[in-house]
């Protein structure tokens, strides 16, 4: 199970798009600093996240998110923003 997962920065509140099979993990290394784009925004609170069955899906749907225009607003749809 791959999962795409939207943070939110308590910092700034700018959104962090990524995806991952291990997001309890990934999510305690942005928290953590181990991760460059996401290091000076914490702390940062996960606040959506959608399960796929292959990598490829998920892939493509971060990407899909991170595209801008429609799809950044379909995200704050879905996160109620």
Request: cysteine-free; proline content about 2%; charged content about 30%.
């Given at each position: 199970?791959?999962?795409?997962?939207?943070?939110?920065?308590?910092?700034?509140?700018?959104?962090?798009?990524?995806?991952?099979?291990?997001?309890?993990?990934?999510?305690?290394?942005?928290?953590?600093?181990?991760?460059?784009?996401?290091?000076?925004?914490?702390?940062?609170?996960?606040?959506?996240?959608?399960?796929?069955?292959?990598?490829?899906?998920?892939?493509?749907?971060?990407?899909?998110?991170?595209?801008?225009?429609?799809a950044h607003a379909l995200l704050k749809n879905l996160i109620g923003d």
């Amino acid at each position: 199970m791959h999962i795409v997962y939207v943070l939110r920065s308590k910092k700034d509140g700018r959104l962090y798009v990524g995806s991952t099979k291990n997001p309890e993990r990934r999510i305690a290394e942005h928290n953590a600093g181990m991760v460059a784009s996401t290091q000076h925004r914490r702390p940062l609170i996960l606040i959506y996240s959608e399960s796929f069955d292959t990598k490829k899906a998920a892939v493509n749907r971060e990407r899909y998110f991170k595209g801008g225009g429609k799809a950044h607003a379909l995200l704050k749809n879905l996160i109620g923003d």
